[in-house]
């Protein structure tokens, strides 16, 4: 049973870039979440994604947007990166029926 | 005030004694709530979930939830020093349903 996968582990940016980051769902989930969890911090909850719609969204700019394909995969775009916007970037799955999330690996973005 | 706030740590208990681990939220309205553990330089991994009043056992964990107080906690029994991580608290429903809103952690050590 295939667990939540993301690409990459690890992505080293500058200030004003974009980055894209990727997830593939726990086999048999349909809805993904994406997370970003500073250093001592619990994650904080970015969006989520459903029927490849955006159904709920934290208190996160603009900035960050995503996409969730027929698949279920999806996408985490940051645009115009800030050296705040370093962190572990995590994707979360589940399925409809049920409130718990699995996390997949994370990607640690570095912005200098 | 913080939606979700864990006892502050860092936790230190010896081998084979009880750890516990406590949490309380600010929403009354939630309805789900995990535990998730951390390793260092690793992503969070579920190990409890609890939606009723009263206590969950898995093995050496127990969860105890008690909606009125607005508190829920973690019992590790016969702690091991593998079980040295940092412990989340995380919940769900209410206002914020189908997101997870993180506590800080609770850093956890068990020493041989």
């Known amino acids: 049973d295939a667990g939540v996968t993301q690409s990459p582990t690890h992505l080293i940016k500058t200030r004003g870039q974009q980055v894209t980051l990727r997830c593939s769902p726990k086999?048999?989930?349909?809805?993904v979440s994406w997370y970003q969890q500073a250093l001592g911090q619990g994650p904080q909850f970015i969006f989520q994604y459903y029927e490849e719609e955006e159904r709920q969204r934290g208190n996160f700019p603009d900035r960050f947007s995503g996409h969730q394909f027929p698949n279920y995969s999806s996408e985490l775009n940051v645009n115009a990166l800030l050296l705040g916007d370093s962190a572990l970037y995590l994707c979360?799955?589940?399925?409809?029926?049920?409130?718990?999330?699995?996390f997949g690996p994370g990607t640690r973005l570095l912005v200098l | 005030q913080k939606e979700v706030e864990q006892n502050s740590g860092p936790l230190s208990v010896p081998e084979g004694a009880i750890a516990s681990l406590n949490c309380t939220y600010s929403d009354r309205g939630s309805q789900s709530f995990f535990w998730y553990r951390q390793y260092s330089g690793k992503s969070p991994e579920l190990i409890m979930f609890?939606?009723?009043?009263g206590d969950k056992e898995d093995g050496r964990f127990t969860a105890q939830l008690n909606k009125a107080s607005q508190y829920v906690s973690l019992l590790i029994r016969d702690s091991q020093p593998s079980d040295s991580a940092t412990y989340l608290c995380a919940v769900t429903g209410g206002t914020s349903y189908g997101k997870l809103t993180f506590g800080q952690g609770t850093i956890l050590t068990v020493h041989p």
């Open positions: 086999s048999g989930h349909d809805t």
């Open positions: 609890i939606y009723s009043n």
């Open positions: 979360a799955s589940r399925t409809t029926g049920s409130m718990a999330q699995y």
